[in-house]
């Protein structure tokens, strides 16, 4: 059964206690906003899956009970920053498997300033879902007192570097190229261009990273409702669906932590994986993809995501980026919003608005951003832990499809 999603809403991203909301005023917003997309009313939602990472258990009844209280069933789900696209995935099986024929995603998170701690809670690193993880670092680098997510993807920076020769200007370029995407992003947490000098001059957070390669904290919800093809030609008042066309989750192996290596245990291994299923589900490969949301949540894991979807060779990522091929005018956009760099990066959030930018651009109506003749695209989702989820989204027919 064909999947589609029918309506996207997001609130502009901020930063952390920058407005006067609770989180269940950002889910609101962000859930009216897909359904007024959609055309379809609140009571005609049969069931609701909700992610978030650092509210209470079952923040995300007291977030949906704004939307109406029509008894549907509410699930919550916390998949660390993969959490969004999670979410989405729960409603396109729920869909998919003939349970529902609507079902809203929706995510959210109301954070804290200054940088994560170990784990999505910040807890005691002894006790830290991701201490395997940063287990593998302290091994190969140590541990310093930088924070300690932008501490395991510098080192994977580190790695890359000695590696294939990737240089500082190469991953700045990543910063760079992403603020500058989100200057015509009116949702995004920042909107000021940067040249790759001035992110090279930018505050250093741990080296090679510096904070404008850095995702931030920020508050924020984005919502997706999927349904059925039937339901989108019977009940939606837009019938412009964006088709889920396949997508894929993977959790870490032996292969993530057998080499030793920070890039493996952030998660190209189970990036690459996730993108071959829904290549080989969907019959497309990267070749096929106009646009992609990936989870730069550092300058270096947009590098590493590109070898992992198939972009580029191990190694290359830098070149390419450098060359110009992910931006406007190259072989992809990769981050037309801006990326989790300059958007922002509310955890619960993250995956759904990446999918709510690539409905916009497959319908034609992303604005000044908006990628010529958007046909497929792709978004990539990760959090440590891990999982990363891969989605790969076909417009509809017609103008700007």
Same mark, same amino acid.
């Given at each position: ?40 009313a609140y009571d005609l939602v049969q069931q609701v899956v909700v992610g978030y990472c650092f509210q209470a258990s079952?923040?995300?009844? $007291? ?186 989750m993977a959790t870490d192996t032996e292969a993530s932590f057998a080499s030793g290596s920070c890039i493996d245990v ?10 071959? $299923? ?40 830098g070149r390419l980026v450098e060359s110009g091929a992910t931006t406007y005018g190259g072989r992809w956009v990769v ?39 958007? $046909? ?26």
């Amino acid at each position: 059964m064909k999947t589609l999603v029918a309506g996207v809403g997001m609130t502009k991203f901020e930063k952390p206690q920058s407005r006067d909301w609770q989180y269940w005023d950002m889910a609101a917003e962000a859930g009216r906003a897909a359904l007024l997309d959609a055309g379809v009313a609140y009571d005609l939602v049969q069931q609701v899956v909700v992610g978030y990472c650092f509210q209470a258990s079952t923040a995300g009844q $007291r977030a949906v009970y704004e939307l109406g209280l029509t008894g549907v069933p509410v699930y919550n789900v916390n998949n660390n920053c993969a959490t969004g696209a999670t979410a989405l995935m729960l409603a396109r099986q729920l869909v998919e498997g003939g349970l529902s024929d609507c079902v809203l995603a929706l995510g959210f998170e109301q954070m804290k300033r200054g940088p994560l701690g170990a784990g999505a809670d910040g807890g005691d690193f002894a006790l830290s879902p991701v201490a395997r993880h940063y287990g593998v670092m302290a091994r190969s680098h140590g541990f310093e007192m930088s924070p300690p997510t932008a501490q395991i993807f510098g080192n994977a920076a580190r790695e890359h570097m000695e590696r294939y020769g990737t240089t500082e200007v190469q991953l700045a370029a990543v910063g760079a190229k992403n603020h500058g995407h989100s200057a015509n992003n009116p949702n995004a947490q920042f909107q000021e261009v940067f040249t790759v000098a001035e992110v090279l001059a930018a505050k250093s957070v741990h080296p090679p990273l510096t904070r404008l390669q850095c995702s931030p904290t920020s508050d924020g919800a984005a919502a997706c409702l999927v349904v059925s093809e039937r339901f989108l030609a019977e009940q939606a008042r837009r019938h412009r669906g964006v088709e889920i066309l396949a997508q894929a989750m993977a959790t870490d192996t032996e292969a993530s932590f057998a080499s030793g290596s920070c890039i493996d245990v952030v998660g190209r291994p189970i990036s690459r994986e996730a993108a071959g $299923r829904v290549y080989e589900r969907s019959g497309l490969g990267i070749e096929d993809v106009d646009v992609i949301e990936l989870h730069d949540c550092f300058s270096i894991n947009e590098l590493l995501t590109y070898e992992a979807l198939g972009m580029c060779a191990d190694g290359l990522s830098g070149r390419l980026v450098e060359s110009g091929a992910t931006t406007y005018g190259g072989r992809w956009v990769v981050n037309p919003s801006g990326g989790l760099i300059s958007k922002g990066h509310p955890l619960g959030a993250t995956g759904l608005a990446q999918t709510a930018e690539l409905v916009w651009q497959l319908r034609g109506e992303a604005g000044a951003r908006q990628v010529p003749g958007a $046909r497929v695209g792709l978004a990539h989702n990760i959090g440590l832990g891990g999982a990363a989820v891969v989605t790969l989204l076909r417009g509809p027919a017609g103008p700007g499809g």
